[in-house]
């Protein structure tokens, strides 16, 4: 390590939001704080016969107005999501890229589906018109990439840039790899995920998960540690962060909004989720000991929340195997049962909202959950007031990822 890289932090700076409950984070916390949920009919287009009824749909959002049109042409509604989301990462941070030092930004982004409404629309053109009706972009529209690919020449970012393919838990593992980038040298890294899973074909697809909520209602369709919990609603969106190496934020008269203080990952592979309970406590014990932080330093837990009896069971467990006792006491959020769960992006929009959480001092709740059945402190109802310094992100995927995040706020706030 040379005496450049030596004693580098991740900072978070900026925060940027596509969220099915506001675009922007003055609109997504407001929405997050109140407990809203917006879980509704989903109405796009070829989806109405479709048996998943209920998600989280981004409905206030216009491509048009935010993305030259010549980047529009070329890419999917995922990477439309991520474009927005990073300029608004960049211009909250007030970041200006120097010209001169193109190599000093990466970009890293994580995708769980890619583009499937691009793909689909093109295969439809292939098959029903011929292969001189498909498009040039189809080869890179739909390609897991792609957002990485296009936050990078739309902003001119040359330094280290990357993309984890992976399912939930590879949102927060994107956090991570941008913070090591930083930790060896690079001055500042463009670090999220959006997905947009809402199209004909990519719901076809996700309709062999056994986990997704098929309920009627969308006050029914997603109540994790509930005794009604019957499977998650899926949600498009996500959320762009921008972080810094501090050193370089300060001198530039930054605001420090958290630090990346720990992480960590285990895979217990797509079997039974009560195998996710070592593995994510795993997890959890491997982020606490690189924070170099107790359990009782944790101040609010945003969980998983996967909204199916045997998952939540476990992660509940995996809390009380990791943090002992306390974990009874901790407070546990989940505000995604009010917008569904994004995938790759959920994991960010809970890391978005654990940093203005810890800013504003309030716990927000998990909306249309009322009564818990497991040993959680679990936040309902109403946000509340809590003097918050350090925030437990926890997500798990699908194919039997796990990842734990910890944030803290900033040590001169």
């Known amino acids: 390590m040379t005496s450049r890289q030596q004693g580098r932090r991740a900072v978070i700076t900026g925060l940027g939001v596509v969220a099915p409950n506001g675009v922007g984070t003055d609109a997504f916390w407001k929405a997050t704080r109140q407990g809203v949920s917006v879980l509704d009919r989903i109405s796009r287009e070829g989806c109405a016969d479709l048996p998943l009824r209920i998600a989280g749909q981004v409905r206030d959002f216009d491509p048009q107005s935010v993305i030259d049109s010549r980047y529009l042409v070329q890419t999917d509604r995922f990477t439309h ?24 930004v ?26 001189q009706f498909v498009g040039p972009y189809q080869s890179i529209a739909w390609f897991y990439a792609a957002s990485t690919g296009q936050v990078s020449i739309r902003g001119g970012y040359k330094g280290p840039c990357g993309v984890v393919a992976s399912d939930e838990a590879g949102g927060l593992d994107a956090l991570a790899h941008a913070a090591r980038t930083i930790a060896r040298g690079t001055d500042a890294v463009v670090a999220g995920a959006a997905e947009a899973p809402l199209a004909p074909y990519s719901m076809v697809c996700q309709l062999g998960y056994p986990e997704l909520s098929l309920a009627e209602e969308p006050g029914r369709a997603y109540l994790p540690f509930s005794a009604d919990a019957n499977g998650f609603a899926p949600a498009e969106g996500g959320a762009m962060l921008l972080l810094e190496d501090e050193q370089a934020a300060r001198r530039r008269g930054a ?10 990952a285990t895979f217990t592979g797509a079997s039974r989720w009560e195998d996710s309970r070592e593995g994510l406590a795993a997890a959890i014990r491997i982020a606490l000991d690189q924070a170099r932080i107790a359990a009782e330093e944790v101040d609010v837990v945003f969980a998983d929340a996967l909204g199916v009896p045997a998952a939540d069971r476990a992660e509940a467990l995996a809390l009380a195997d990791a943090l002992g006792p306390y974990a009874e006491r901790v407070p546990v959020t989940a505000p995604k049962s009010g917008t569904g769960r994004a995938y790759c992006g959920a994991p960010l929009l809970d890391a978005a909202a654990a ?9 927000p709740p998990t909306p249309n959950v009322t009564e818990v059945c497991h040993d959680l402190a679990l936040v309902t109802g109403r946000a509340r ?29």
């Not at 999501?81 to 000093?104: H, N, S």
């Not at 995708?111 to 098959?127: K, M, P």
């Open 81 to 104: 999501y991520a474009m927005a989301a990073a300029d608004l990462a960049v211009t909250d941070a007030g970041y200006t890229a120097d010209p001169e030092q193109p190599y000093a």
């Open 106 to 131: 990466g970009v890293v982004t994580a995708a769980g589906s890619g583009g499937g409404e691009f793909g689909q629309r093109e295969l439809q053109q292939l098959w029903g018109q011929g292969p």
């Open 255 to 264: 605001a420090v909004r958290a630090r990346i203080a720990g992480h960590g």
């Open 355 to 363: 940093v203005l959480a810890m800013e504003d001092g309030v716990l």
């Open 385 to 413: 007031p809590a003097e918050l310094r350090t925030a437990l992100v926890l997500s798990r995927g699908l194919m039997g990822s796990n990842a734990a995040l910890v944030l803290r706020r900033d040590d001169r706030a």
